[in-house]
């Protein structure tokens, strides 16, 4: 069984940062796409980031500039550093990852960190 666990969130003021992280564990043979998405109140869950283990990214174009996707594929892990954030960017943060086990592949997500940011 494969877990996603994201930390990093809370409460910040507008034009502030934070740094989320996802870490994958369990029977893990290999992972390639890791992505972060949001989703506000009201509205549809969205892509911000999306990763590759060899390093590309892709970033919704009303983020680009704002945030960033990294990985530690050694780790499992991946984050999402977020700068000079808004009221706008209060969301429900997801990690989502395709995961290779011993069953084959699955598309797996976290159980979501909390962004407020404050006016």
């Known amino acids: 069984q494969v877990q996603l666990v994201e930390s990093g969130g809370g409460l910040v003021q507008t034009g502030g940062s934070l740094r989320l992280s996802c870490v994958a564990s369990g029977s893990i043979f290999r992972i390639t796409k890791m992505d972060w998405y949001r989703q506000a109140p009201g509205k549809q869950r969205e892509l911000v980031a999306a990763?590759?283990?060899?390093?590309?990214?892709n970033y919704a174009d009303s983020l680009k500039g704002r945030f960033t996707i990294s990985r530690d594929n050694a780790k499992n892990t991946a984050y999402l550093q977020m700068n000079n954030l808004t009221p706008e960017d209060t969301a429900v943060y997801y990690c989502?990852?395709?995961?290779?086990?011993?069953?084959?592949?699955?598309?797996?997500w976290g159980q979501g960190t909390q962004v407020t940011v404050s006016s």
């Open positions: 990763s590759t283990t060899g390093g590309a990214t």
């Open positions: 989502r990852a395709d995961v290779q086990t011993r069953l084959g592949w699955s598309n797996y």
